[in-house]
Nanobody, 124 residues
C-alpha cells in the first residue's frame, strides 16, 4: 500500500506563493498528482505527472502559475505562484500504479491512494 503525507498549506494573500510537499512511499512507475476541493465543489485535478514517462497534466486554470515536480527522496512538490482567491481549497496528493492516458490523469476516480488534505486559503 502506498502512503502519502502532504504538507505546506497555509494562508496567503493574492499574488503570493506557496509550495506544497507530499512524501510518497512509492514513486517509480506511478501516476501521482495534486487535486483540490473547494467547498461545495467536486475534487478536481490540478497537476499530475506520470513517473513512467514524465507526461504531465495541468488544469487550464493553473497553467503558467503552478509547477509539479519530484525529487530523489520520493517527495512530490507543487509550486504555486501568483495565487488567486479561486485557488482556495483543500489540496490532496494522490498516487496510482496504473498507466493512464493524458485525459485520465486528472480524474480523481483513477487514483487508489490518497494523502490527507492540506488547506490553502488565498485572501483577496
Amino acid at each position: 500500500e502506498v502512503q502519502l503525507q502532504a504538507s505546506g498549506g497555509g494562508l496567503v494573500q493574492a499574488g503570493g506563493s506557496l509550495r506544497l510537499s507530499c512524501a510518497v512511499s512509492a514513486f517509480d512507475d506511478y501516476a501521482i498528482g495534486w487535486f483540490r476541493q473547494a467547498p461545495g465543489k467536486e475534487r478536481e485535478g490540478v497537476a499530475c505527472i506520470s513517473t513512467y514517462d514524465g507526461t504531465t497534466y495541468y488544469a487550464d486554470s493553473v497553467k503558467g502559475r503552478f509547477t509539479i515536480s519530484g525529487d530523489i527522496k520520493n517527495v512530490l512538490y507543487l509550486q504555486m505562484n501568483s495565487l488567486k482567491p479561486e485557488d482556495t481549497g483543500v489540496y490532496f496528493c494522490a498516487a496510482d500504479p496504473r498507466r493512464k492516458i493524458l485525459s485520465a490523469m486528472s480524474d480523481a476516480n483513477e487514483y487508489a491512494y490518497w494523502g490527507q488534505g492540506t488547506q490553502v486559503t488565498v485572501s483577496s
